[in-house]
């Protein structure tokens, strides 16, 4: 069962604390819908597009197709349906996630485990996509007090929410 930090934290470490315990015991496919899960049509749009990178590329051999966050890689399988198998021989097929490969995910598509910067591969030819990204990156939350000064939102283990420490090196950027 997922747990919640025992003090006040941001919103990134009470999501590693709950919902990594989530993804560990649960398959979220069975708690909510994402568009990679209604139908064909995204993997079959997604599958257009790689062929048009393919084209674009002169036809590199491998040609690469990433998904980064990639769930239990619905997405992935769905594209490769929708592809011509012409394109099948030269294809390197790459699942990036936080979650453990699969049982019965096809052998096609080679399985990247973790967050560490080195997680997604260098030198690819081809198409990255990261449509359910957001789904599994822990991200602080931001917002400004009455001073105009953005602080860092804490989240306690009932889910209530409170001003934290003022931002220092990323307030510029926010």
């Not at 930090?5 to 470490?13: E, F, K, L, T």
């Not at 049982?103 to 910067?117: H, S, V």
């Amino acid at each position: 069962m997922p747990t919640a930090p025992a003090a006040p934290a941001p919103w990134s470490v009470a999501w590693r604390t709950a919902v990594g315990g989530f993804y560990a015991v649960q398959e979220p496919a069975d708690h909510f819908r994402t568009s990679a899960h209604v139908g064909p049509v995204l993997g079959a749009a997604l599958a257009r597009l790689l062929l048009e990178a393919d084209a674009a590329l002169g036809r590199p051999d491998p040609l690469d197709l990433v998904d980064v966050g990639t769930g239990r890689g619905e997405l992935l399988v769905s594209v490769l349906a929708s592809l011509p198998p012409s394109v099948g021989s030269r294809l390197r097929i790459t699942a990036v996630d936080v979650r453990r490969r699969p049982i019965g995910l096809d052998r096609r598509i080679r399985w990247i485990e973790g967050w560490a910067p080195d997680a997604v591969p260098r030198g690819l030819r081809g198409l990255l996509v990261a449509h359910e990204l957001l789904d599994d990156v822990p991200c602080d939350v931001v917002a400004v007090d009455d001073d105009g000064v953005p602080r860092l939102v804490l989240v306690d283990a009932s889910g209530d929410e409170s001003p934290g420490p003022a931002l220092d090196d990323d307030a510029g950027w926010a």
